[in-house]
């Protein structure tokens, strides 16, 4: 039924682009003869292309979300905190690093040369190049449920993960925060993809520090009908009714030494 499903939405979406195509055509017809010849664009070269339309209503995705959280958290905690990241965007570290030092693990270079992040290349599934107590703050965007499952270049090693939790441990200083997002559901491995953890085994992966706050992106949960945006961010750690395999993406901030 569901393949059927998935026939179906493929079939009428090209209804749809066909149809929209044909009224661009006669838009752009339109357009191009209300033009008189002293307009000043009228002998311009002329191209016409697809579908361009956007939404009007748009909104943020989850990691824009998730910047904005961090963010505001982090100006709280006053200027000139060390940083550790894995896997922020780079527009969210690049902003962090205005007031902070900021250290982005990094596989490869991407030739930021505008930003103040500091960029180290380190494959996370080893032990991190830093001495203990070095930071303050640690941030990452959906990126540890990634981790040693080899898909942008780590090695494979399924205790890679555990291991970095310790790493954090040790490299955090003892009044320090963890602030970051991760994919939120019934526990399970979708291999080649990223592991989902409920929030009792994240709250024992952390168990070394107080979860204080938390916020549900309730958007991406296949065959559930996506929440208006006015509610798409809540408290609400309910996953019955999910699949194993689906997810929400869950933004938490754990700390400890307070």
Sequence with gaps: MRILKKIFNKLLSMIKARYKNYKIKERYLLYCSMMKEDHPFKNFSKIKLGDCSADPKEFFNHYEAYAFWLGEKVLKMGSGKKILDIG???????????????????????????????YTFHDVTKKLPFEDKTFDVFTSAVSLQLIGLARYGDELDPYALINLFKELDRTMKDRADLIFSITFGPNCLVFNNHWIFDIDTLKKLFSGWELIDYLVDNRYVENIEPKPNSERFSKDLDIKGLQYGDYKVIFLHFRRGY
């Design 88 to 118: 922020n965007k780079k527009i969210t570290n690049a902003m962090l690093s205005l007031n902070n030092e900021v250290y982005s693990l990094v596989l490869t270079d991407c030739e930021d040369r505008i930003s103040n992040v500091k």
